[in-house]
């Protein structure tokens, strides 16, 4: 398996991840107030790093000065993406919010293409477009003009564009669990002073399964988005960051009953066909 291969199944793995950590939140229907939600779920995803890290014993803070520099960069990027994103999420139309995040395949292959001196061919990028083509036909943003919340959604894609970056440029010797324990326990202190002025709510035992739940999905995307970045070329891997709408619609259907039409459908195929031809391509080029 080449590195682009392993790349795009991390990349799935890791959309996979987050959607399911989405879906948990979702089933939650508002009980919960977001920051006390984000905030219990970083502690419980923060302990789970910690045990996982002390079972594999991969967790240290050995490192240089750059690399320390690098992961407040990215925890800055990782905070500054949620509350951007979670700003303009509550203010403006789902679809619109979603179809401007899914400018980040394009927005991360141009960044490592402009900053990182990696290559990206014609094909690459049209397999890139096509996706993003097949993406605006799942969730058809509606004509509501372009406002400030427009302009928060697209400072989140350049916050994770960035971060995703800078986790490029780590040096091979950090353990990628080091830095997902980072990023859960900068996310969590953000979320936890987030909640103060937005008050608490009292849980129930099916809302604590649903934050345990949640805990757990969102630690395997944490780890994963970390390790995709660290393998392959991140134009190959981009598109497959298209597959969450994929992961979406399925356990929409399976969860809350809510099955997509027809346009949808065909979105949802190209989407599949653009990441096999790039898979088939990968495939022929290694041979």
Not at 63 to 70: A, N, P, T, V
Not at 182 to 194: D, E, L, N
Not at 207 to 225: E, H, K
Not at 227 to 236: A, C, E, H, L, N
Request: with cysteine; hydrophobic share 55%.
């Amino acid at each position: 398996m080449s590195n682009n291969v392993f790349g795009a199944l991390l990349m799935m793995a890791s959309m996979a991840s987050f959607t399911f950590n989405d879906t948990f939140i979702k089933m939650t229907d508002g009980a919960v107030p977001l920051w006390q939600l984000l905030f219990l779920r970083g502690v419980l995803t923060t302990m789970l790093i910690l045990g996982l890290g002390y079972v594999l014993r991969t967790i240290h803070f050995r490192m240089s000065g750059r690399d320390w520099r690098l992961i407040g960069m990215r925890c800055l990027s990782e905070i500054g993406a949620a509350y951007f994103f979670l700003s303009a999420l509550f203010q403006m139309p789902l679809a619109n919010a979603i179809a401007i995040l899914q400018v980040l395949p394009l927005a991360v292959s141009l960044g490592a293409a402009l900053f990182l001196g990696e290559g990206l061919g014609w094909r690459r990028m049209t397999a890139i477009l096509i996706g993003f083509c097949g993406m605006l036909l799942i969730v058809r943003p509606g004509p509501d003009g372009f406002s400030i919340w427009s302009i928060y959604a697209l400072l989140a894609v350049l916050c994770v564009t960035c971060r995703d970056l800078v986790t490029r440029q780590l040096s091979r010797d950090v353990p990628s669990l080091t830095v997902t324990l980072i990023a859960a326990i900068s996310v969590t202190i953000f979320a936890g002073v987030a909640s103060v002025p937005q008050g608490w709510a009292v849980l129930t035992p099916n809302l604590w399964s649903l934050i345990v739940g949640s805990s757990i999905f969102i630690l395997g995307g944490y780890f994963f988005s970390v390790q995709v970045m660290r393998q392959g070329d991140i134009s190959f891997i981009a598109p497959f960051r298209y597959t969450s709408l994929i992961f979406a619609l399925a356990l929409g259907w399976l969860i809350f009953d809510d099955w997509p039409d027809g346009i949808t459908l065909i979105g949802a195929g190209i989407i599949v066909a653009t990441g096999l031809f790039t898979l088939y391509r990968e495939r022929n080029a290694a041979r």
